[in-house]
């Protein structure tokens, strides 16, 4: 059983940095699909962005491209989203979530069987 933990999250001003980090306390996340989903208060989930087991394709929620970049760790069998030039718009509980096998809708929340706890990103001045 894949068992998911963020870390990272934080408060910062608007156009500040923050880097997300999931691993899993059982289990390598290197055969994995990694999404990072986000919700904001009274909003449903957005998927954010999404990396393949190889790292070699990833995808991006438009409003984030250019300023997120997720990345893979395979030593540590971890899996990052660095976030720079943050918006106010990037508040919320960050989530990251796993499954063996890549989909192209891949921002179906349901799709995805295991989930971290979440963690809070707040951007305000």
């Known amino acids: 059983q894949l068992q998911l933990v963020e870390s990272g999250g934080g408060r910062v001003q608007p156009g500040g940095s923050l880097r997300l980090s999931c691993e899993s306390s059982s289990l390598s996340l290197n055969s994995y699909v990694v999404v990072w989903f986000r919700q904001a208060p009274g909003r449903d989930y957005q998927g954010v962005a999404v990396i393949n087991v190889s790292g070699g394709l990833k995808q991006y929620l438009e409003s984030v491209k250019g300023r997120f970049t997720v990345s893979r760790d395979k030593d540590k069998g971890t899996v990052s989203l660095q976030m720079d030039a943050l918006e106010t718009e990037d508040t919320g509980v960050y989530y990251c979530?796993?499954?063996?096998?890549?989909?192209?809708?891949?921002?179906?929340?349901?799709?995805?069987?295991?989930w971290g706890q979440g963690t809070q990103v707040t951007v305000s001045s």
């Open positions: 979530a796993a499954h063996p096998t890549y989909i192209s809708a891949w921002a179906i929340r349901t799709y995805y069987p295991y």
